[in-house]
């Protein structure tokens, strides 16, 4: 597998924002979720004791999301990475990606690209 290339670390490729394509938007999270499965065991909801979610990134909501490269022959199919994680947290964090969108007024498309600073 090639190096993952991180979008959105730089403006050089920006995450851009995916609203109204409904169908890619479901193929990224089925496919987040799919790679949860694989990699975490098919109980990765539940075998922590405590309800969790499939977190991904590149966000579901981005062009850059996980089903990438299905639009895009030029890019590297698995760049992308998941995580389970508690649901509330998850489900905060979709709230705050929310508003920033809305803050921010982040529009649809390659015109209005976004960075994200990724600290652990």
Known sequence: MAKKDVPGKSP????TRLYWDNKRRELNRNRSTYNC??????DYA????????????????????SGHSDYDPLAEP???SVLPVKKESNRDAEILLAQFYDKNRVIDGPD?????????
Request: one cysteine or more.
């Open 12 to 15: 050089d490729p920006a995450l």
């Open 37 to 42: 499965g694989k990699y975490f065991g098919k």
């Open 46 to 65: 539940t075998s922590a004791g405590y309800a969790r979610e499939c977190d991904e990134y590149p966000m579901a909501s981005t062009y850059e999301g």
């Open 78 to 80: 698995g760049n992308f």
């Open 112 to 120: 209005d690209g976004f960075m994200v600073e990724i600290t652990s």
